[in-house]
């Protein structure tokens, strides 16, 4: 799930090709992913050039997207403040699941942990999702953390990002699921029991059907001015 409110770690980076061509991207400094992938317009973009090979990613679901006609891409990142490179491969695929939105920066700057960080943050897709593989570029230099629920800053090699939830964005969509590909909605509904009611919370339980599943439809409650997820599924 992905909410809409929520604030990424993403890096704005430089990125430097063999042929000598330099350009600025979106880096997602992904946890949970254990391949690295590079988007494929940025990559020709780039001029990177790689040998093919057939790459297939798990999504939500237990589904496989297929990329039959991937390349191993290589290529070297900076810090934007900064001359440090390294070097990465990634398998090339269509399209990353999402885009980076703006950030507002007043309100992160109102916040005196964050008020000192320089963030080289730009709202557009995500070039690059980094995995795993590339801990040491994972790894945090420095935290600034404020109060329970406040946004924090983290350092990298890579420069600093923020982390949190944007509670000044108003949505009637509390989150959102997405998929790389096409899903098989009954297999999803076997593998993924969602459901979960806020305590206390007036609403009435909603039940799935997996013989039924058709499409998904957000069920949401108000109590004491806050929102719950109350559960998932048909009318």
């Not at 946890?31 to 590079?38: L, Q, R």
């Not at 790689?50 to 070297?76: H, I, N």
């Not at 297999?187 to 206390?200: I, P």
Request: aromatic content about 8%; proline content about 5%; glycine content about 8%.
């Amino acid at each position: 799930m992905l909410d809409k409110n929520g604030i990424l770690p993403v890096v704005r980076v430089r990125f430097r090709a063999a042929n000598g061509r330099i350009r600025e991207g979106n880096v997602l400094i992904d946890s949970g992913a254990t391949t690295t992938v590079i988007r494929k317009d940025f990559a020709m973009a780039l001029g990177l050039q790689g040998k093919r090979e057939r790459v297939d990613l798990a999504v939500v679901g237990g589904e496989t997207v297929k990329q039959p006609d991937s390349r191993r891409l290589k290529f070297w990142i900076s810090p934007i403040e900064g001359s440090e490179e390294f070097s990465i491969e990634a398998h090339e695929i269509e399209k990353t699941v999402f885009s980076v939105p703006p950030l507002d920066r007043q309100w992160l700057l109102s916040f005196n942990h964050l008020s000192d960080i320089a963030l080289s943050h730009k709202a557009g897709p995500v070039d690059l999702i980094l995995g795993v593989q590339y801990s040491h570029l994972h790894a945090e230099c420095e935290i600034r953390q404020g109060r329970p629920f406040d946004p924090v800053g983290k350092k990298t090699k890579l420069g600093w990002f923020v982390i949190g939830f944007d509670n000044t964005k108003k949505s009637d969509t509390v989150c959102s699921i997405s998929f790389g590909e096409p899903l098989n909605i009954s297999k999803f509904y076997e593998l993924e029991t969602l459901g979960v009611q806020a305590r206390d919370c007036p609403c009435s339980l909603v039940a799935m059907s997996p013989n039924k599943a058709i499409e998904l439809k957000e069920i949401s409650c108000q109590r004491r001015g806050d929102r719950y997820i109350v559960g998932v599924g048909l009318p």
